[in-house]
Protein backbone atom coordinates (compact mmCIF):
# COMPACT_ATOMS: atom_id res chain seq x y z
CA UNK A 1 0.00 0.00 0.00
CA UNK A 2 3.12 2.77 -1.11
CA UNK A 3 0.83 4.55 -3.31
CA UNK A 4 -1.47 5.79 -0.65
CA UNK A 5 -1.81 6.70 2.77
CA UNK A 6 -3.60 4.94 5.15
CA UNK A 7 -4.87 6.66 8.10
CA UNK A 8 -7.98 4.72 9.67
CA UNK A 9 -6.65 2.00 11.38
CA UNK A 10 -7.78 -0.63 14.23
CA UNK A 11 -5.60 0.88 16.65
CA UNK A 12 -3.42 -2.15 16.69
CA UNK A 13 0.01 -1.96 15.00
CA UNK A 14 -0.05 -5.98 15.12
CA UNK A 15 -3.36 -6.42 13.58
CA UNK A 16 -3.06 -3.65 11.24
CA UNK A 17 -0.25 -5.56 9.54
CA UNK A 18 -2.52 -8.64 9.33
CA UNK A 19 -4.99 -7.36 7.33
CA UNK A 20 -2.24 -5.61 5.38
CA UNK A 21 -0.99 -8.92 4.60
CA UNK A 22 -4.39 -10.42 4.00
CA UNK A 23 -5.11 -8.37 1.50
CA UNK A 24 -1.72 -8.44 -0.74
CA UNK A 25 -2.36 -12.32 -0.22
CA UNK A 26 -6.05 -11.75 -1.52
CA UNK A 27 -4.88 -10.54 -4.03
CA UNK A 28 -6.43 -6.70 -4.56
CA UNK A 29 -4.90 -4.83 -7.35
CA UNK A 30 -6.06 -1.93 -6.77
CA UNK A 31 -7.45 0.88 -4.55
CA UNK A 32 -5.92 -1.35 -1.89
CA UNK A 33 -5.63 1.33 0.58
CA UNK A 34 -10.21 1.05 0.48
CA UNK A 35 -10.34 -2.54 0.85
CA UNK A 36 -8.02 -2.48 3.94
CA UNK A 37 -10.30 0.04 5.72
CA UNK A 38 -13.55 -1.66 5.10
CA UNK A 39 -11.94 -4.84 6.41
CA UNK A 40 -10.70 -2.74 9.48
CA UNK A 41 -14.80 -0.97 10.02
CA UNK A 42 -15.72 -4.73 10.20
CA UNK A 43 -13.04 -5.72 12.76
CA UNK A 44 -13.54 -2.52 15.07
CA UNK A 45 -17.49 -3.03 14.76
CA UNK A 46 -16.56 -6.31 16.12
CA UNK A 47 -14.61 -5.36 18.82
CA UNK A 48 -16.97 -2.51 19.59
CA UNK A 49 -19.81 -5.22 20.69
CA UNK A 50 -22.01 -3.15 17.88
CA UNK A 51 -25.75 -5.17 18.11
CA UNK A 52 -26.24 -8.20 15.88
CA UNK A 53 -28.90 -6.58 14.39
CA UNK A 54 -27.09 -3.85 13.08
CA UNK A 55 -24.06 -6.24 12.05
CA UNK A 56 -26.25 -7.70 10.09
CA UNK A 57 -27.62 -4.71 8.35
CA UNK A 58 -24.30 -3.83 7.17
CA UNK A 59 -23.38 -7.35 5.94
CA UNK A 60 -26.48 -7.79 3.95
CA UNK A 61 -26.06 -4.05 2.77
CA UNK A 62 -22.38 -4.64 1.66
CA UNK A 63 -23.06 -7.73 -0.28
CA UNK A 64 -26.31 -6.53 -2.08
CA UNK A 65 -23.95 -3.45 -3.34
CA UNK A 66 -20.84 -6.06 -4.24
CA UNK A 67 -23.44 -7.64 -5.99
CA UNK A 68 -24.81 -4.83 -8.09
CA UNK A 69 -21.78 -3.53 -8.65
CA UNK A 70 -20.50 -6.76 -9.88
CA UNK A 71 -23.69 -6.43 -12.73
CA UNK A 72 -23.82 -2.64 -13.96
CA UNK A 73 -20.00 -2.78 -14.24
CA UNK A 74 -19.94 -4.34 -18.02
CA UNK A 75 -22.83 -1.88 -19.09
CA UNK A 76 -20.99 0.95 -17.75
CA UNK A 77 -20.29 2.78 -20.49
CA UNK A 78 -23.95 2.88 -21.69
CA UNK A 79 -26.27 5.82 -20.81
CA UNK A 80 -29.23 4.46 -18.37
CA UNK A 81 -32.24 6.08 -17.78
CA UNK A 82 -34.49 5.17 -14.48
CA UNK A 83 -38.29 4.84 -15.04
CA UNK A 84 -40.46 4.98 -11.79
CA UNK A 85 -44.22 4.46 -11.29
CA UNK A 86 -46.73 2.54 -9.42
CA UNK A 87 -46.90 -1.55 -9.49
CA UNK A 88 -50.39 -1.44 -9.38
CA UNK A 89 -51.11 0.80 -12.69
CA UNK A 90 -53.42 -1.75 -15.18
CA UNK A 91 -51.87 -2.98 -18.67
CA UNK A 92 -55.06 -0.45 -20.35
CA UNK A 93 -53.80 2.49 -18.33
CA UNK A 94 -52.63 5.32 -20.38
CA UNK A 95 -49.75 5.51 -18.04
CA UNK A 96 -48.69 1.85 -18.98
CA UNK A 97 -48.96 2.67 -22.47
CA UNK A 98 -46.58 5.90 -22.14
CA UNK A 99 -43.99 3.92 -20.00
CA UNK A 100 -44.24 1.15 -22.77
CA UNK A 101 -43.33 3.17 -26.23
CA UNK A 102 -41.01 5.69 -23.66
CA UNK A 103 -39.09 2.36 -22.83
CA UNK A 104 -39.09 1.57 -26.54
CA UNK A 105 -38.02 5.26 -27.67
CA UNK A 106 -35.05 5.16 -25.24
CA UNK A 107 -34.16 1.82 -26.30
CA UNK A 108 -34.10 2.79 -30.11
CA UNK A 109 -31.63 5.69 -28.93
CA UNK A 110 -29.31 3.64 -27.60
CA UNK A 111 -29.99 3.51 -24.28
CA UNK A 112 -30.98 0.90 -21.44
CA UNK A 113 -33.40 1.29 -18.63
CA UNK A 114 -33.56 0.71 -15.22
CA UNK A 115 -37.04 -0.30 -13.44
CA UNK A 116 -37.98 -1.79 -10.13
CA UNK A 117 -38.30 -5.14 -11.96
CA UNK A 118 -42.25 -5.13 -10.72
CA UNK A 119 -45.39 -4.71 -12.49
CA UNK A 120 -47.33 -1.58 -13.62
CA UNK A 121 -45.34 1.06 -14.52
CA UNK A 122 -41.93 -1.35 -14.27
CA UNK A 123 -43.25 -3.77 -16.58
CA UNK A 124 -44.31 -1.39 -18.86
CA UNK A 125 -40.81 -0.13 -19.06
CA UNK A 126 -38.84 -3.34 -19.30
CA UNK A 127 -41.39 -4.09 -22.30
CA UNK A 128 -40.94 -1.37 -24.46
CA UNK A 129 -37.04 -1.54 -24.20
CA UNK A 130 -36.74 -5.10 -24.29
CA UNK A 131 -35.24 -7.67 -21.60
CA UNK A 132 -31.97 -6.99 -23.39
CA UNK A 133 -31.78 -3.30 -22.70
CA UNK A 134 -33.14 -3.25 -18.92
CA UNK A 135 -32.02 -3.63 -15.63
CA UNK A 136 -34.40 -5.02 -12.91
CA UNK A 137 -34.10 -4.00 -9.62
CA UNK A 138 -36.41 -5.61 -7.36
CA UNK A 139 -37.40 -5.22 -3.75
CA UNK A 140 -37.89 -8.21 -1.60
CA UNK A 141 -41.52 -7.60 -0.40
CA UNK A 142 -44.13 -10.00 1.89
CA UNK A 143 -46.47 -9.02 -0.41
CA UNK A 144 -47.58 -7.21 -3.72
CA UNK A 145 -44.83 -7.39 -5.76
CA UNK A 146 -42.85 -9.71 -7.61
CA UNK A 147 -40.14 -9.76 -10.34
CA UNK A 148 -42.03 -9.27 -13.72
CA UNK A 149 -42.06 -12.39 -15.92
CA UNK A 150 -40.58 -10.50 -18.69
CA UNK A 151 -37.23 -9.84 -16.87
CA UNK A 152 -37.27 -13.26 -14.27
CA UNK A 153 -34.06 -15.08 -14.35
CA UNK A 154 -32.30 -12.58 -16.23
CA UNK A 155 -28.86 -11.79 -15.09
CA UNK A 156 -29.48 -8.03 -15.01
CA UNK A 157 -32.27 -8.46 -12.21
CA UNK A 158 -31.00 -7.63 -8.50
CA UNK A 159 -32.97 -8.81 -5.82
CA UNK A 160 -32.86 -6.03 -2.81
CA UNK A 161 -33.77 -6.57 0.70
CA UNK A 162 -33.01 -2.86 1.67
CA UNK A 163 -34.83 0.54 -0.03
CA UNK A 164 -31.83 1.95 0.68
CA UNK A 165 -29.45 0.31 -1.08
CA UNK A 166 -31.93 -0.32 -4.03
CA UNK A 167 -32.31 3.31 -4.21
CA UNK A 168 -28.52 3.64 -4.49
CA UNK A 169 -28.55 2.03 -7.34
CA UNK A 170 -31.13 3.85 -9.24
CA UNK A 171 -29.33 7.17 -8.55
CA UNK A 172 -25.56 6.01 -9.04
CA UNK A 173 -26.30 4.15 -11.96
CA UNK A 174 -28.41 6.45 -13.87
CA UNK A 175 -28.16 9.49 -16.22
CA UNK A 176 -31.86 10.41 -16.55
CA UNK A 177 -34.76 9.96 -14.66
CA UNK A 178 -38.77 9.43 -15.61
CA UNK A 179 -41.30 9.43 -13.35
CA UNK A 180 -44.80 8.57 -14.25
CA UNK A 181 -47.94 8.44 -11.93
CA UNK A 182 -47.60 6.38 -8.82
CA UNK A 183 -48.19 6.14 -4.81
CA UNK A 184 -45.72 6.64 -1.87
CA UNK A 185 -42.84 5.46 -3.56
CA UNK A 186 -42.70 7.10 -6.16
CA UNK A 187 -43.19 10.34 -4.20
CA UNK A 188 -40.00 8.84 -2.02
CA UNK A 189 -37.99 8.71 -4.97
CA UNK A 190 -39.29 12.22 -6.65
CA UNK A 191 -38.47 13.99 -3.35
CA UNK A 192 -35.14 12.03 -2.95
CA UNK A 193 -34.00 12.96 -6.63
CA UNK A 194 -35.06 16.63 -6.08
CA UNK A 195 -33.26 16.49 -2.89
CA UNK A 196 -29.94 15.16 -3.35
CA UNK A 197 -29.57 17.11 -6.77
CA UNK A 198 -30.54 20.28 -4.83
CA UNK A 199 -27.59 19.87 -2.32
CA UNK A 200 -25.40 18.61 -5.12
CA UNK A 201 -24.98 14.71 -3.25
CA UNK A 202 -25.91 13.61 -6.85
CA UNK A 203 -24.76 15.22 -10.13
CA UNK A 204 -27.22 17.07 -11.97
CA UNK A 205 -29.47 15.11 -13.89
CA UNK A 206 -32.44 15.13 -16.89
CA UNK A 207 -35.44 14.26 -14.47
CA UNK A 208 -38.59 14.31 -16.65
CA UNK A 209 -42.11 13.68 -15.21
CA UNK A 210 -44.48 12.16 -17.90
CA UNK A 211 -48.43 12.67 -17.63
CA UNK A 212 -50.41 10.76 -19.17
CA UNK A 213 -52.98 12.66 -22.03
CA UNK A 214 -56.03 13.43 -19.18
CA UNK A 215 -54.23 13.01 -16.06
CA UNK A 216 -53.74 15.70 -13.61
CA UNK A 217 -51.20 14.05 -11.33
CA UNK A 218 -47.69 16.06 -11.65
CA UNK A 219 -49.75 19.09 -12.28
CA UNK A 220 -51.50 18.83 -9.42
CA UNK A 221 -48.13 17.56 -7.54
CA UNK A 222 -46.46 21.10 -9.29
CA UNK A 223 -49.27 22.95 -7.61
CA UNK A 224 -48.42 21.43 -4.29
CA UNK A 225 -45.06 22.10 -4.65
CA UNK A 226 -45.65 25.84 -5.49
CA UNK A 227 -48.30 26.95 -3.32
CA UNK A 228 -46.84 24.86 0.21
CA UNK A 229 -42.85 24.61 -0.41
CA UNK A 230 -42.09 27.62 -2.40
CA UNK A 231 -45.18 30.04 -1.13
CA UNK A 232 -43.36 29.33 2.12
CA UNK A 233 -40.05 29.52 1.44
CA UNK A 234 -39.61 26.03 2.07
CA UNK A 235 -37.60 25.81 -1.45
CA UNK A 236 -36.23 28.77 -3.76
CA UNK A 237 -38.47 28.91 -6.60
CA UNK A 238 -35.73 28.36 -9.13
CA UNK A 239 -35.20 24.61 -7.44
CA UNK A 240 -38.42 23.89 -9.90
CA UNK A 241 -35.84 24.07 -12.70
CA UNK A 242 -34.72 20.40 -11.54
CA UNK A 243 -37.42 18.52 -13.22
CA UNK A 244 -39.62 19.00 -16.19
CA UNK A 245 -42.84 17.95 -16.65
CA UNK A 246 -43.67 16.68 -20.02
CA UNK A 247 -46.99 15.63 -21.76
CA UNK A 248 -45.26 14.56 -24.92
CA UNK A 249 -43.93 11.56 -25.58
CA UNK A 250 -40.89 13.03 -27.80
CA UNK A 251 -40.43 15.92 -25.71
CA UNK A 252 -39.39 13.86 -22.93
CA UNK A 253 -37.56 11.90 -24.79
CA UNK A 254 -35.84 14.91 -26.29
CA UNK A 255 -35.13 16.48 -23.13
CA UNK A 256 -33.35 13.72 -21.66
CA UNK A 257 -31.18 13.36 -24.83
CA UNK A 258 -30.49 17.21 -25.27
CA UNK A 259 -29.14 17.48 -22.08
CA UNK A 260 -26.30 15.63 -23.08
CA UNK A 261 -26.15 17.14 -26.38
CA UNK A 262 -22.64 18.80 -25.45
CA UNK A 263 -22.90 18.30 -21.66
CA UNK A 264 -20.82 15.39 -21.11
CA UNK A 265 -20.60 14.99 -17.12
CA UNK A 266 -18.60 16.84 -14.33
CA UNK A 267 -16.75 15.83 -11.85
CA UNK A 268 -14.82 17.99 -8.60
CA UNK A 269 -11.28 17.61 -8.99
CA UNK A 270 -9.54 19.28 -5.27
CA UNK A 271 -11.90 22.71 -5.12
CA UNK A 272 -12.90 23.35 -9.06
CA UNK A 273 -15.80 21.79 -10.47
CA UNK A 274 -14.91 20.75 -14.05
CA UNK A 275 -17.74 20.14 -16.26
CA UNK A 276 -16.70 17.64 -19.37
CA UNK A 277 -18.06 18.91 -23.24
CA UNK A 278 -17.76 17.39 -26.52
CA UNK A 279 -16.82 21.02 -27.78
CA UNK A 280 -14.45 23.52 -26.16
CA UNK A 281 -15.82 27.12 -25.00
CA UNK A 282 -14.65 29.70 -26.84
CA UNK A 283 -13.26 32.63 -25.17
CA UNK A 284 -16.38 34.68 -26.07
CA UNK A 285 -18.32 31.93 -23.97
CA UNK A 286 -16.30 32.19 -21.32
CA UNK A 287 -16.90 36.33 -20.97
CA UNK A 288 -20.59 35.38 -21.18
CA UNK A 289 -20.77 32.95 -18.80
CA UNK A 290 -18.38 35.44 -16.15
CA UNK A 291 -21.74 38.04 -17.24
CA UNK A 292 -24.59 35.34 -16.75
CA UNK A 293 -23.72 33.33 -14.31
CA UNK A 294 -21.02 34.85 -11.81
CA UNK A 295 -22.98 34.46 -9.22
CA UNK A 296 -21.81 30.65 -9.10
CA UNK A 297 -18.34 31.72 -8.52
CA UNK A 298 -16.83 31.36 -5.32
CA UNK A 299 -13.49 33.23 -6.88
CA UNK A 300 -12.28 33.64 -10.21
CA UNK A 301 -13.26 32.75 -13.43
CA UNK A 302 -14.79 30.34 -15.82
CA UNK A 303 -11.59 29.02 -17.66
CA UNK A 304 -10.69 26.00 -20.38
CA UNK A 305 -8.61 23.32 -18.61
CA UNK A 306 -6.84 20.18 -19.95
CA UNK A 307 -7.90 16.85 -17.84
CA UNK A 308 -6.07 16.93 -14.69
CA UNK A 309 -4.08 14.19 -13.26
CA UNK A 310 -6.30 12.63 -11.37
CA UNK A 311 -8.75 12.57 -14.33
CA UNK A 312 -5.90 11.05 -15.91
CA UNK A 313 -5.15 8.19 -13.60
CA UNK A 314 -9.01 7.68 -13.34
CA UNK A 315 -9.31 7.55 -17.44
CA UNK A 316 -12.33 9.47 -16.76
CA UNK A 317 -13.35 11.06 -19.87
CA UNK A 318 -9.64 12.60 -20.62
CA UNK A 319 -10.29 13.21 -24.17
CA UNK A 320 -13.14 15.65 -23.83
CA UNK A 321 -12.85 19.53 -23.49
CA UNK A 322 -13.36 21.19 -20.29
CA UNK A 323 -14.85 23.97 -18.23
CA UNK A 324 -13.50 24.89 -14.99
CA UNK A 325 -14.32 27.09 -11.85
CA UNK A 326 -14.51 27.78 -8.21
CA UNK A 327 -18.17 26.63 -7.66
CA UNK A 328 -19.89 28.17 -4.87
CA UNK A 329 -21.49 24.57 -4.28
CA UNK A 330 -24.84 25.88 -3.06
CA UNK A 331 -27.06 27.12 -6.60
CA UNK A 332 -27.36 23.52 -7.85
CA UNK A 333 -30.83 24.98 -9.85
CA UNK A 334 -28.76 27.65 -11.17
CA UNK A 335 -25.99 24.98 -12.53
CA UNK A 336 -28.27 23.46 -14.27
CA UNK A 337 -29.10 26.68 -15.80
CA UNK A 338 -25.78 27.06 -17.21
CA UNK A 339 -25.65 23.64 -18.37
CA UNK A 340 -28.83 24.76 -20.54
CA UNK A 341 -27.04 27.37 -21.67
CA UNK A 342 -24.47 25.35 -22.54
CA UNK A 343 -26.12 22.83 -24.63
CA UNK A 344 -27.94 25.73 -26.22
CA UNK A 345 -31.32 25.98 -27.18
CA UNK A 346 -33.45 22.54 -29.02
CA UNK A 347 -34.41 22.32 -32.40
CA UNK A 348 -37.73 23.07 -33.43
Aim: glycine share 8%; net charge negative.
Amino acid sequence: MARRQVRYRTGNDDIDARIHALVEQAGVYRDEDLVFEMVVSAVRMGRESVDRGDLKLVNSALKELRYSFLVFEPYSDVPKVSIFGSARTRTDDPAYVVAREFGRAMAAREWMVITGAGPGIMQAGIEGAGTERAFGVNIVLPFEQEASPLIAGDPKLINYRYFFTRKLMFMKESQAFALLPGGFGTMDEAFELLTLMQTGRSPIAPVVLLEPEGSTYWSTWRDFVVDELVGRSLVAPGDLGLVRICTDLDDAVEEICHFYSRFHSMRFVGRRLVIRLRTAPTDDELDELSTRFGDLLLTGTYQRVDASTAEVDDGDAVDLARLAFQFNRASYARLRELIDHLNGPRSA
